[in-house]
């Protein structure tokens, strides 16, 4: 048995700092949450409301938690970081339930534990990558084996996965939209090959550092004070119902509002849309042909 010294389990300080404001931020979301709770209660046990005028307030209050929570677990995610071969285990073990009730078999190359610690949010949203990726090959029809490699350069994360399906999938293929967009998000880089009768890959590529923040949307685009509110709901990841509600207008006024925005800054997807609000967008290329923008 491997005896260590008590020093061996004292994580750093600059670990210290971060788990106590982890614990910190769980501590204000709890606090957070009780108190939510206990307003829509309040509203919904008011005598002074209707039934309708209840519902309704008791739906804002939880929407507008709702954006507020998504707000406060994208910084969070965003300050904390993740070994590399950490990540990967994660990715494994989201991965086991699809692996275990299916014929699919996948491999996983494991990345180099030297490499670089990820920022939490690129650690979650390769996760979501890889899975959106899996299941665009499985929905090919005849996939049996998909390889899946993660591998940090010191300034990024690159991934590469290999199925043995068809070899039909191209980047203008629907299924790999939603994979095209969250790379958008981030900065990175999506590359698609296919050979006919051998499988397909891809190749991505996700920087590590943000990009250089660009002017304020508010400086190069001319907006409506509407269309400030809409866009900062959107960028902390609010629905149009919740954007709706919080607003008091319709769902339709929400969609029209989305459009101008869409139409003004010159991309096709909310999220596009979302990440060039926060500063984090650059274009993609997806076999130098893919429509994001």
């Not at 309708?52 to 904390?80: C, E, N, P, Y």
């Not at 790999?176 to 967009?181: D, K």
């Not at 400030?228 to 119902?241: H, I, M």
């Amino acid at each position: 048995m491997d005896v260590y010294g008590d020093d061996e389990f004292l994580p750093s300080p600059a670990s210290r700092q971060l788990l106590i404001e982890h614990a910190r931020t769980v501590a204000e979301l709890a606090d957070r949450h009780a108190l939510t709770l206990e307003s829509i209660l309040a509203t919904l046990r008011s005598r002074r409301l209707d039934d309708h005028a209840a519902r309704q307030a008791a739906i804002d209050i939880a929407a507008s938690a709702m954006v507020g929570l998504r707000m406060t677990t994208d910084r969070q995610r965003s300050a904390m970081l993740e070994p590399v071969v950490g990540a990967f285990a994660r990715l494994r073990s989201d991965l086991r339930p699809l692996v275990r009730h299916s014929d699919l078999d996948v491999q996983f190359v494991e990345p180099p534990a030297t490499g670089r610690a990820l920022p939490g949010e690129i650690a979650h949203e390769a996760r979501a990558i890889v899975r959106n990726a899996v299941l665009a090959f499985v929905d090919q029809g005849e996939t049996r084996r998909v390889r899946i490699q993660w591998d940090c350069d010191g300034l990024n994360l690159l991934i590469g996965i290999r199925d043995d399906g068809r070899g039909e999938l191209t980047g203008h293929d629907d299924s790999l939209r939603p994979i095209a967009e969250r790379v958008s998000a981030l900065g990175g880089t999506l590359a698609v090959s296919s050979t006919s009768g051998w499988g397909s890959e891809l190749s991505i590529r996700l920087p590590l550092d943000p990009p250089p923040v660009p002017e304020a949307l508010d400086q190069t685009v001319t907006l409506t004070a509407r269309e400030r509110e809409v866009l900062t709901l959107l960028a902390g990841g609010a629905r149009n119902r919740a954007i709706a509600e919080q607003l008091a207008i319709s769902d339709n006024t929400v969609k029209f509002h989305v459009s101008n925005l869409l139409r003004k800054v010159g991309v096709q997807t909310r999220m596009e849309l979302a990440a060039l609000s926060r500063g984090q967008w650059t274009a993609v290329s997806v076999d130098g042909s893919y429509p994001v923008g």
